[in-house]
RNA sequence: GGUCCCGUGGUGAAGUGGAGUUCACGCCGGCCUGUCAAGCCGGAGGUCGCGGGUUCGAACCCCGUCGGGACCGCCA
């Protein structure tokens, strides 16, 4: 039907008759001697010159023939890549008729209600905006995928109708309708069949699964989301990194035409202390910095005492942060469960302006400006706690006053490593909880501490973080059972409650598990960074808004009675 | 489950207790031979999300509810 693409036609084209296809985006009738029709495909605009009159609206669909000419002079268009030429002569077939959309097909959408976005979402992705960040998924897909094969990968897919697993979030079920009351779950990742290939000797799979899991949404949460999913036998901690390394720096060389450099690795305890979060955003400073020995000895109740004294330094912040600001932040810390926040400004004479100024001796004063680096204009902002609360607190503070919108720029990819086996302790039975899943490999320097002090076990387990946004994680897995009973015995798991809760899971290792570990991160998440996107609905065809639902297809939707009936269930009223 | 923000013709905004909801874009009709998300003239189009309350009077204040969004919880 098409002999060019609309935005492809360039001067050396001059000459040619062709025909273009696409939408009408603009039609521009003087006269009925003259009119102009830009059509639009997914490509651009060309500009059609029709020296007649013609009825066609915004949005028809349109086979048009012409003679592609330089345009006269002064009529070239600099802000069009087709700017230069138009069609002329030009023969338009009406192919299909449109109702008058109701927002632009253009940026003047990007204003629009997202609601009205999703209901037409038809006409949305119609926009160059979601065209173009479809394809970067679609390159950031297929550059994962030749990535994987390069290095040996097998792409296996795994069913997506799975038992329910005890553990993780909250699944979405699946009645079953020959054993009524039995349901199968949708699967949160392929965890379970990716490690069982292990076992079955595929060595190394890969897949771009589907993953869901039933827990409530945000701007980088999906019900249903794509990870990279890939697991390795006979591998080291660092043969993983650098697989999946691979993969991610194919994909980001994929949109941006850069490879990034080698991945960075940082220990989750430096992240902790440096950044106060285990996903830090390397883009900017203001970095937390270790007080508590410069506070050993003072008389200031708040810090006397202390466990962990950190604190940063905004600088320039001091001006800009005036008191109801310096309020909300300190309300913020107490929120996130800090006793307080301290704030000191630095005054144009270099002494510091503070409520608490004067419980601080003069050395102490001193050695807090020099170990800050602090100078007049700077806010100087510190938490004493327990050493989590102190890095957790500041680590939010931190992000709340520096951090950069997540698509801006440069790209700082970092591997979180040496994350802690366990996390807290759980409420009921006061043992450690698994920090990543209770089949990370703990670290082999750390086995003697199981006993002495759990929570300082190391895992070998990592993420992957861009600019603050955790992409994903991954693990060595315990393939012995000694290990794997050590493990379950720290987590307060008897013999017999593994065997109910996991047995069908680890039974198969008996047969010979291989040695094996793997990784998984999100490719929405990925796409939406390198898209310049902060939301991944941006970068999803389809997605869910908040509250679960599509306004396109109304879903989720009330089932027949029949259906119902047939499954053996009996559903509650719906809602008023 | 919680906190905060938003809901006014098709779309985006203005109006925060008082006359007839205002503006831009879009839409419909007319004019127009070089425009380019054209220009000019005219026109149609709104239960101000919904329900209740306060008031002489509510788009505006109060309560509830529905929908959307950001965040917390949650996401082993």
């Not at 602090?374 to 500041?394: N, R």
């Not at 698509?407 to 366990?422: K, N």
Request: proline share 7%.
């Amino acid at each position: 039907m098409r002999s060019n693409m609309c935005g492809e036609v360039r001067a050396i084209h001059i000459g040619q008759t062709i025909s273009v296809c696409g939408w009408v985006a603009s039609r521009r009738e003087h006269g009925t001697q003259l009119a102009f029709v830009d059509v639009r495909d997914h490509t651009g605009v060309v500009q059609c010159v029709v020296d007649n009159d013609v009825d066609v609206r915004s949005e028809f669909v349109v086979r048009i023939t012409g003679t592609v000419r330089a345009r006269l002079e002064g009529t070239v268009n600099p802000n069009l890549p087709t700017g230069e030429i138009e069609m002329g002569e030009c023969v338009v077939e009406v192919l299909r008729t449109a109702e008058p959309p109701p927002f632009p097909i253009d940026s003047r959408a990007d204003k629009v209600e997202e609601t009205t976005r999703l209901q037409f979402r038809y006409l949305d992705i119609r926009r160059e905006r979601m065209q173009k960040n479809l394809r970067v998924r679609a390159k950031v897909n297929s550059a994962i995928r030749g990535a994987m094969e390069a290095q040996s990968f097998v792409e296996v897919e795994t069913p997506m109708l799975v038992p329910s697993t005890p553990e993780g979030a909250r699944e979405f079920l699946v009645p079953s309708r020959k054993e009524p009351g039995a349901f199968y779950a949708l699967p949160q990742s392929p965890q379970l069949f990716k490690q069982l290939l292990m076992v079955a000797g595929m060595d190394r799979y890969y897949q771009i699964a589907r993953c869901l899991r039933d827990e409530d949404l945000r701007a980088d949460r999906q019900y249903e989301f794509m990870q990279l999913d890939a697991e390795m036998s006979f591998v080291s901690q660092d043969d993983v990194l650098a697989a999946i390394s691979l993969a991610v720096m194919a994909a980001a060389e994929a949109v941006t035409g850069e490879r990034p450099p080698t991945i960075e690795q940082m220990t989750w305890r430096d992240a902790m202390n440096r950044f106060g979060v285990d996903k830090p955003d390397l883009r900017f400073g203001m970095e937390l910095n270790e007080l508590t020995d410069i506070f050993a000895a003072t008389e200031f109740k708040a810090f006397a005492g202390a466990a962990c004294i950190k604190g940063i330094n905004a600088t320039g912040k001091a001006e800009e942060l005036g008191r109801n600001k310096l309020d909300a932040l300190t309300d913020r810390a107490k929120q996130m469960g800090a006793k307080g926040l301290v704030w000191l400004k630095v005054a144009a004479d270099g002494s510091l302006e503070s409520p608490v100024a004067k419980f601080l001796s003069a050395d102490e004063q001193a050695a807090l400006i020099a170990r800050l680096e602090a100078k007049p204009g700077d806010l100087i902002l510190i938490v004493a706690d327990a050493w989590d609360t102190t890095c957790e607190v500041l680590g939010q503070i931190r992000n709340d006053l520096g951090r950069p919108p997540v698509w801006q720029g440069p790209y700082r990819y970092v591997w979180v490593i040496e994350f802690p086996l366990f996390v807290g302790l759980d409420k009921e039975t006061g043992k450690p909880k698994p920090g990543h899943h209770p089949f990370c490999m703990p670290h082999p320097d750390d086995l003697d501490k199981f006993d002495t002090d759990p929570m300082s076990v190391r895992a070998m387990a990592y993420d992957l973080v861009l600019n603050g946004w955790e992409l994903g994680s991954g693990s060595i897995r315990i393939h012995k059972s000694d290990l794997q009973r050590k493990v379950f015995t720290a987590l307060g798991i008897s013999d017999e409650d593994a065997e109910k809760k996991f047995g069908f899971f680890l039974r198969p290792f008996e047969y010979g598990a291989p040695p094996h570990g793997g990784f998984a991160f999100g490719i929405d998440r990925l796409v939406a960074i390198l898209a310049g996107e902060e939301n991944i609905r941006e970068v999803i065809a389809f997605p869910k808004t908040q509250s679960g639902t599509d306004p396109m297809t109304n879903a989720p939707t009330i089932p027949n009675p029949k259906q119902l009936a047939e499954l053996g269930i009996r559903a509650m009223p719906p809602k008023a």
